[in-house]
């Protein structure tokens, strides 16, 4: 559960984060040198421990299309939407990954999509819903980008799944970066020709963390979970996302705490403690 819980507080903090790297680095360009940042970070700890193994010929299928269709595409398309959009609203869109991946997973994988899960959901989405708020216009084509952005991050977390006990989780997260990395450096070389770039020292600070904290950390948390705990189970836990960027935005912005904000909150726990009772059950 913790290193669950630990996937989306460092996947929350990326939408302040992001907003620092973005303002001088085209989004592109961010993720490609965010991988170049996460690359080695997740390398050296599997060397130190042992643990690094040979890439199966059966499985090299598989990994590259967690590369192309989740670290490629999936997070292209969502610095594009991040960049088009408020904080707010890219948190809320990204959060909704708990819409696709108890589908996907009753579809594939053939876990049972309860009425208990189901309800956890919606519980938490509603409180999403609650804290984020959507005011003003809506960029349409950022929304676009983020919402199949997160249909793609979810059917990639459901072919993770074939790959569960065959690595150690940061093994599969570095391999599919690198799968990725050839694909977004490409892209990123083509959008620098008509986008200006500039490394200044929060740009840099941004984009390492990314790397190190949003990229290696996170998705090496994340695929742990994967390995450990049901697909839409793990789902449930999205909601913290906007939670944390909303709870970042207070104490590094200075942005004012709402009534939304904590009956969110509250009912965002609530969805939590739901699905926790929800998912013992089951075991």
Request: charged share 10%; net charge positive.
């Amino acid at each position: 559960m913790i290193p669950l819980l630990g996937a989306f507080l460092c996947w929350g903090s990326l939408y302040v984060v992001s907003k620092l790297a973005l303002r001088t680095i085209p989004p592109v360009t961010v993720l490609a040198l965010r991988y170049l940042v996460a690359i080695p970070a997740l390398y050296l700890p599997l060397r130190l421990r042992g643990v690094l193994r040979p890439l199966q010929r059966e499985h090299v299928g598989t990994m590259l299309t967690i590369g192309l269709l989740g670290y490629f595409l999936s997070f292209c398309l969502q610095m594009l939407g991040i960049d088009r959009l408020t904080g707010s609203v890219s948190s809320l869109l990204g959060a909704m990954n708990p819409i696709f991946i108890p589908i996907l997973a009753a579809i594939f994988l053939g876990e049972k999509l309860t009425k208990e899960k189901v309800g956890c959901v919606m519980l938490s989405m509603a409180g999403v819903v609650l804290i984020v708020g959507v005011n003003g216009t809506v960029d349409v084509i950022g929304a676009a980008l983020m919402l199949l952005s997160v249909f793609l991050w979810s059917s990639t977390s459901i072919i993770i799944r074939r790959l569960a006990g065959q690595y150690d989780p940061m093994q599969i997260a570095m391999m599919a970066m690198l799968s990725a990395l050839p694909f977004t450096g490409a892209w990123a070389m083509v959008e620098l020709q008509g986008s200006p770039c500039t490394l200044t020292l929060s740009a840099v600070l941004a984009v390492i963390y990314m790397g190190l904290v949003g990229t290696a950390a996170a998705h090496s948390l994340w695929n742990y979970s994967l390995s450990k705990m049901d697909a839409s189970f793990c789902s449930m836990f999205y909601p913290l996302q906007p939670l944390v960027a909303s709870t970042l935005g207070v104490i590094i912005l200075h942005e004012q705490i709402t009534p939304n904000y904590l009956a969110g909150a509250a009912v965002i726990c609530c969805g939590i403690v739901a699905a926790v009772r929800s998912g013992r059950n089951s075991a």
